[in-house]
Nanobody, 120 residues
Framework: QVQLVGSGGGLVQAGGSLRLSCAAS????MGWFRQAPGKEREFVAA????????SYTDSVKGRFTISRDNTKNTVYLQMNSLKPEDTAVYYC?????????????????WGQGTQVTVSS
């Protein structure tokens, strides 16, 4: 059974920073997605299982960084220069192989979500 445990959300002022963590029960290609109230879940960033290849949605490029520590099977999302429009529930997701794709339907396993709120 694959388990993903996300943490690190909270309330921060615009321009601030947060770091999300997702601890997995093994090594997977990992992604972060977010869902704001009344909106569809959207891709944020992903990192491949072995090479560390990354991908980002355009709106977070230059502000967010995804990384991983394979000794801990943990993936991080460092979020800097946060904006109110980044407010959402953030979910980590995993797929057993392959590239850091943006399509959420290609991720089989999901964490429980962590709330990020950015005040203006």
């Amino acid at each position: 059974q694959v388990q993903l445990v996300g943490s690190g959300g909270g309330l921060v002022q615009a321009g601030g920073s947060l770091r999300l963590s997702c601890a997995a029960s093994g090594r997977y290609t990992m992604g972060w997605f977010r869902q704001a109230p009344g909106k569809e879940r959207e891709f944020v960033a992903a990192i491949s299982r072995s090479t560390g290849t990354t991908s980002y949605t355009d709106s977070v490029k230059g502000r967010f960084t995804i990384s991983r520590d394979n000794t801990k099977n943990t993936v991080y999302l460092q979020m800097n220069s946060l904006k109110p429009e980044d407010t959402a529930v953030y979910y980590c997701a995993a797929r057993e192989t392959g590239l850091p794709v943006t399509n959420m339907f290609q991720y089989r396993y999901w964490g429980q979500g962590t709330q990020v709120t950015v005040s203006s």
